[in-house]
């Protein structure tokens, strides 16, 4: 099944100190030529994506990992 995923959507692994996050990205990209303009689209919908799941009760479902 992980496979059959990975062939449709490209996806990337970000990691810093204290998180690593894998992101399957399902928007196709390519038809923005600029690769500044792509990047930016990107980013704006990596913050979107954040700023929506924020706001979602499984943010806090997710952070209560730690209640126990």
């Known amino acids: 099944m992980d496979e059959f995923l ?3 959507y490209p996806e ?3 990691e810093t100190d204290d998180i690593i996050m894998t992101i399957a990205l ?5 038809q923005i030529e600029d690769l500044d303009k792509r990047k930016e689209e990107f980013m704006k919908d990596l ?3 954040l700023d929506e799941f924020e706001q979602t009760p499984e ?8 209640d126990d």
């Open 26 to 30: 399902k928007k196709d990209y390519s």
């Open 6 to 8: 990975e062939s449709l």
């Open 47 to 49: 913050r979107d994506f």
């Open 12 to 14: 990337i692994t970000l």
């Open 59 to 66: 943010s806090l479902e997710f952070m209560r990992y730690y």
